[in-house]
């Protein structure tokens, strides 16, 4: 048996066994790959360790993203941006904005449009949801340092896009809320220093006709292709210098990958694509059980007698700019000029966290003031978007937001400190024991 083996023929049961299914499937991508000769195109294998959903996040939010352009296309076939009234003898609710009655046809009229329509726009709810995941799971743990300065502000700006495509969808089913929102919306907007230059460009003849066209383009055009460019980039960068490895307390640790990493890398054919569609499956079959469960409901249409005082409320990931607004003494001026100073922050975080305050280190317990700005976030952002949901349009006195604000503050120093000086003290310890071990080693 020995001979044999040496002689270059392998012994029969050294070789591996492999069910009926996967040899047929082996034999197709074989057929397909000799013809796409796709281990020729240049994506990146990616290294073993790094099959975790937790370094995938990106894609994760990619994916949900070509969900939104094809349900979106499909919902193009159906949907009027238009503000005049549906007259009797067509298929439109009479007296209702088309804009809202062909939402409204999509959703009774049309085949599965129902599902469509709550897929749509469930599925704008999970991107935005996973685009602020993969940014605080780069936050927490450091990938934005050298060399991904520039991925992480392509990142940024991916995010206030994805925004932004929130934003100028919200209004197309031309709702008596998602009206008021976006008024609300267009007024802090115009507060920018410059913003009533703006006016003419953003509001056009000042008729609703030209705020729902000029929205509508923005949704399905213009901000779609800035995401197609900005995504482009942020993927070649990532091709470029591969996935961060994990966040480490060794001050010298590069973020580059090991010569050990390279050594086990899985090729992306078949094995990175397989990988996704996994998760691609997975994030449709989670997102149309919810659908199935609870389908959208369409509010009333703008306009009708029906919407009677309704405060205009946005959808959740806007509920904490909308709540800030509710606070006494903050005036949109000082709104616009906060959430800019925050995205300045955010986008030139690679360069703010160098200094000797913060940590060269990337391993979130070596990072405690990061920890604590990355919590603050995170906390505000929670508690003002359920004040938002459960207290809309209700104004809060300063000493009532101080109070809460400053209590989050005073919790996350306390209990991110406790951590820090609990780990520093227990990591010292561990040190010295190590170097017990290495001096009795030599003895
Ligand atoms: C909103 C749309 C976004 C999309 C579609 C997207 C997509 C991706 C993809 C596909 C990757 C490859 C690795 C992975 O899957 O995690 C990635 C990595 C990365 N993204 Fe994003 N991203 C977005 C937003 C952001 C934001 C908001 C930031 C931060 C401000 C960011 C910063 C980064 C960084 C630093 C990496 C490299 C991480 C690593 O190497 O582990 N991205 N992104």
Redesign the pocket.
Known sequence: MEEKAASGSPAPRDIPYKPFFNRTLDRIWGAVDDRLGTQKWPLRPQPDFSFKPG????????NA?IFQVITGILLLFYYVPSTQLATAGGVYPVGAPLAWGSTYYIIHTVPLGAFLISSHLYGAYA?IFL?FL??FR??YTG??KKP?EF??????L??L??LGMGFTGYLLPYTALSVGATDVGIVLTLSVPGGTTLAPLILGNATDQALLSRMFALHVVGIPLALGGL?FA??L??ET????PKASSDPQAKRVLTEEDDKKMGKFFPKVFLYMTKWAFFYAGGLFLIVAIWPWQLPVFYGSAAAGGSSPEPDWYFLWLYKIMDFQGVTPIIAVVTVTLLMLF?LFLPWIDRRPLTSTKTHPRDRPVLVIVGNFLAGMFLVLTVWGGVMPGVVIPTSMYAEYLGSILLVNLVVVFAFYVRYRASYSRRLLKRQGRADAATK
């Open positions: 370094y995938w996040t990106g894609a994760f939010v990619a993203f991107t685009a993969h940014f780069g936050f990938v934005y991904r991925t992480w502000m392509i990142g940024t991916l995010l896009s994805m995504l942020h993927i960068l990532f210098h591969g996935v961060a955010v």
